[in-house]
């Protein structure tokens, strides 16, 4: 049940988006449990977590697809639950899949939408052109969706959400399953859109994604914000220094585990890319011998740096777990 609305805290007017103890139960599972959020006004805001931690579902109420169980949220001011309409008239929502009719060319599919806007006829045909120009999609404009790569979908379901600017835009998961080309380009579209002006709140599992959009992070897992901060803060947070190895050969990452856990006698971590190693470590002395000890191994580095720990620690010792593990229960249309 929702709280009361004299108990509901003052719209902050810097503020875009504001939760309070924000709930939401699916059945049994509470897929958010009392999560509290504070997103300024013309910046890139990460919500990272694994699948199932409730990102989806935060942004489905905040966008007024879903009705909170309790708690609050405002957006741009305004309550998502008493002014609903006033909130979908300054947002914009693209979802983890694509929205847009496959059967249809890009440029038709951005006229008609533009059209179910209120957008007249000639300004709807102009403004898709722009957009198909801008997002490097003019030479598919007459090709049907169904034939687009899958950055190519994702460029234009991203283009579909801004055809009129929003004030706020959710990007639920926006680069999941692209490559990596196809996702610089969907970056380089985000900071695009936040230098126009737009809020930007993006979830994601993707801890260099966070790293190189978000001007802040919180840290999603089981429903709850585990931490909240800057990237440079979150890492920080850690306590201590990190050495990054890079091998030559993928093969020989189980030996340079081993003796890297032996030299500086803690833990390492296996990156996702399959020649990388992370382990934590402040001291540049036990550093250089253990690098020095896998050259003696005969295991090949091609490159080594001792620094900030990654985000993907962050991940690892805030939740005990990797960000991109899947979690059994999952929240609903997660």
């Given at each position: 049940?929702?709280?009361?609305?004299?108990?509901?805290?003052?719209?902050?007017?810097?503020?875009?988006?504001?939760?309070?103890?924000?709930?939401?139960?699916?059945?049994?599972?509470?897929?958010?449990?009392g999560?509290?959020?504070?997103?300024?006004s013309?910046?890139?805001?990460?919500?990272?977590?694994?699948?199932?931690?409730?990102?989806?579902?935060?942004?489905?109420?905040?966008?007024?697809?879903?009705?909170?169980?309790?708690?609050?949220?405002?957006?741009?001011?305004?309550?998502?639950?008493?002014?609903?309409?006033?909130?979908r008239?300054?947002?914009?929502?693209?979802?983890?899949?694509?929205?847009?009719?496959?059967?249809?060319?890009?440029?038709?599919?951005?006229?008609?939408l533009?059209?179910?806007?209120?957008?007249?006829?000639?300004?709807?045909?102009?403004?898709?052109?722009?957009?198909?120009?801008?997002?490097?999609?003019?030479?598919?404009?007459?090709?049907?969706?169904?034939?687009?790569?899958?950055?190519?979908?994702?460029?234009?379901?991203?283009?579909a959400?801004?055809?009129?600017?929003?004030?706020?835009?959710?990007?639920?998961?926006?680069?999941?399953?692209?490559?990596?080309?196809?996702?610089?380009?969907?970056?380089?579209?985000?900071?695009?859109?936040?230098?126009?002006?737009?809020?930007?709140?993006?979830?994601?599992?993707?801890?260099?994604?966070?790293?190189?959009?978000?001007?802040?992070?919180?840290?999603?897992?089981?429903?709850?914000?585990?931490?909240?901060?800057?990237?440079?803060?979150?890492?920080?947070?850690?306590?201590?220094?990190?050495?990054?190895?890079?091998?030559?050969?993928?093969?020989?990452?189980?030996?340079?585990?081993?003796?890297?856990?032996?030299?500086?006698?803690?833990?390492?971590y296996?990156?996702?890319?399959?020649?990388?190693?992370?382990?934590?470590?402040?001291?540049?002395?036990?550093?250089?011998?253990?690098?020095?000890?896998?050259?003696?191994?005969?295991?090949?580095?091609?490159?080594?740096?001792?620094?900030?720990?990654?985000l993907?620690?962050?991940?690892l010792?805030?939740?005990?777990?990797?960000?991109?593990?899947n979690?059994?229960?999952?929240?609903?249309?997660?």
């Amino acid at each position: 049940m929702l709280i009361e609305e004299d108990t509901v805290p003052e719209p902050n007017s810097d503020l875009a988006v504001e939760t309070s103890d924000l709930v939401k139960h699916f059945g049994d599972t509470r897929a958010v449990d009392g999560v509290d959020l504070k997103v300024p006004s013309g910046t890139v805001f990460g919500i990272l977590g694994p699948n199932g931690a409730g990102k989806t579902t935060v942004v489905r109420m905040l966008a007024t697809l879903l009705i909170p169980d309790a708690g609050h949220a405002r957006v741009l001011g305004h309550d998502v639950v008493r002014e609903a309409d006033a909130v979908r008239s300054r947002v914009s929502l693209t979802g983890q899949f694509a929205s847009v009719d496959e059967d249809l060319t890009g440029l038709e599919n951005l006229i008609l939408l533009a059209r179910l806007l209120g957008i007249s006829k000639t300004r709807s045909r102009e403004r898709a052109a722009e957009l198909l120009d801008a997002f490097g999609l003019e030479d598919a404009a007459d090709r049907q969706v169904k034939k687009y790569s899958g950055g190519m979908r994702r460029r234009i379901d991203i283009a579909a959400s801004i055809l009129a600017t929003p004030d706020v835009l959710f990007l639920d998961e926006p680069t999941t399953g692209l490559d990596p080309r196809s996702r610089n380009q969907v970056w380089d579209i985000v900071r695009v859109l936040v230098a126009g002006g737009t809020t930007v709140l993006l979830t994601t599992q993707y801890l260099d994604e966070a790293d190189q959009l978000a001007n802040r992070i919180a840290v999603v897992d089981h429903g709850k914000v585990i931490a909240e901060g800057t990237s440079g803060e979150l890492k920080a947070s850690v306590g201590s220094g990190a050495v990054h190895v890079r091998l030559r050969d993928a093969g020989q990452r189980p030996e340079a585990e081993r003796v890297l856990t032996e030299r500086l006698g803690t833990e390492v971590y296996l990156e996702h890319d399959p020649v990388a190693l992370t382990a934590r470590s402040a001291d540049a002395g036990r550093v250089s011998g253990a690098i020095s000890e896998l050259t003696a191994s005969g295991i090949a580095v091609a490159e080594f740096s001792l620094g900030q720990p990654s985000l993907d620690e962050v991940f690892l010792a805030l939740t005990g777990h990797p960000a991109e593990e899947n979690d059994e229960e999952t929240e609903e249309a997660a």
